[in-house]
């Protein structure tokens, strides 16, 4: 089955699209990847996400019309990517609502009925709310795909994602979590972002603020643990320092919250992907802090700017064979779930007979390359 994955996280800048080609034998799952792409938001949507977003305040009649233009670019982005079997839209996350340990709501708006109208697919959408109705965090749902790509590294290993919000998740035992910032505060002190990590590489690091920023609650906090821009907003770090010497003290903070938890956990592997990937001067203060083998997502023929996209692409194939997506001891959630719901395209609902399957490995993942030779 061919599922299009949709993928908007916290750094809200646009849209994240892959088209797998998912097949299942003998408890194997193999993805092939035929397409991945990105759709930047327009200029004024994406300021009326950031308006949007906490501590920002709006009215209903702001949220109907969010719901509709982010349904509308998804449904844009959909188009572009190419017909597919099935849609995974995750939306845009808005809300995160946590007090204390525990998750009570989130909420990602992007209406899947215009993507539904626009390409006549069923869409597959609201992903997250389940496992939180369940008790569990509502994230980190790469989890579920880190721990089937993790199966083939031999020794402790782990995966992380450097969005707006780093998670990470660790092999065994099997948890995953947000770690703090990745690059959510970089970027809103060098919007739209530090190019190639320029001004991080220029600046110097301020060690009173550092250790400062270093005392927030959160990092105290025992897994699992969820995080966003509720807490680390564009206002929360209030600082008067040269420009290169705060998106310094930022990435270094990224540096050091990750670190920790690899070296917490005895890492000896980590599997790097997300967008600051790009950044070489954050990449190259995480290897100073530990001593784990950085591996990016690539080398697993998993494209690290791309692989939120893959993910939900998986969990559209799951939810349509009838298979729960959530990893308990990751999401804290009483159980795994079917995740979703569903929204019909042009004709009737066709999904495939529910399957009974314990998937434990992925086979390979696989993205044709030039001379269509495939990349394991």
Not at 243 to 257: C, F, H, K, R, S
Not at 275 to 297: C, F
Request: hydrophobic residues 40%; negative net charge; glycine residues 12%.
């Amino acid at each position: 089955m061919r599922v299009l994955g949709l993928m908007s996280g916290t750094s809200h800048d646009g849209i994240d699209s892959a088209i797998v080609d998912w097949s299942l034998e003998d408890g194997v799952l193999t993805g092939v990847i035929e397409q991945t792409g990105e759709r930047p938001y327009d200029d004024d949507l994406r300021a009326r996400i950031i308006a949007a977003l906490p501590p920002g305040k709006v009215d209903m009649a702001e949220i109907c019309r969010l719901d509709t233009l982010i349904g509308q670019a998804f449904a844009g982005a959909a188009e572009e990517a190419g017909p597919a079997d099935l849609i995974a839209s995750h939306g845009q996350t808005l809300f995160h609502w946590v007090e204390g340990p525990r998750v009570y709501g989130t909420l990602q708006l992007g209406q899947p009925a215009w993507i539904a109208e626009r390409t006549g697919t069923p869409v597959v959408s609201d992903l997250r709310v389940r496992d939180v109705a369940a008790g569990g965090q509502g994230a980190p749902l790469v989890s579920y795909l880190d721990l089937l790509m993790l199966n083939g590294i031999e020794g402790r290993s782990g995966a992380l994602n450097l969005g707006g919000i780093a998670n990470l998740t660790v092999k065994d035992p099997a948890i995953a979590y947000d770690t703090g910032p990745a690059c959510a505060l970089i970027d809103a002190a060098a919007p739209p972002y530090d190019r190639d990590g320029l001004l991080g590489a220029a600046g110097k690091i301020d060690t009173d603020l550092l250790q400062s920023l270093l005392d927030e609650p959160y990092y105290a906090k025992e897994p699992p643990k969820t995080t966003g821009k509720e807490l680390f907003t564009a206002g929360y770090v209030q600082a008067n320092l040269p420009q290169e010497d705060l998106v310094a003290t930022l990435t270094a903070l990224t540096a050091e919250t990750v670190a920790a938890e690899v070296r917490r956990h005895g890492l000896e592997t980590l599997v790097v992907s997300g967008g600051g990937v790009r950044n070489p001067t954050l990449m190259r203060m995480l290897e100073e802090r530990m001593s784990a083998r950085i591996v990016r997502s690539d080398e697993l023929g998993i494209p690290s700017d791309a692989k939120e996209a893959i993910a939900f692409s998986l969990l559209g194939w799951l939810t349509a064979h009838g298979l729960p997506a959530t990893v308990p001891s990751c999401t804290g959630a009483k159980g795994s779930r079917i995740l979703g719901t569903i929204t019909p395209g042009a004709g009737p609902l066709r999904l495939p007979e529910p399957i009974e399957a314990d998937i434990r490995f992925i086979h390979a993942i696989r993205r044709p390359g030039p001379t269509g030779d495939q990349v394991s």
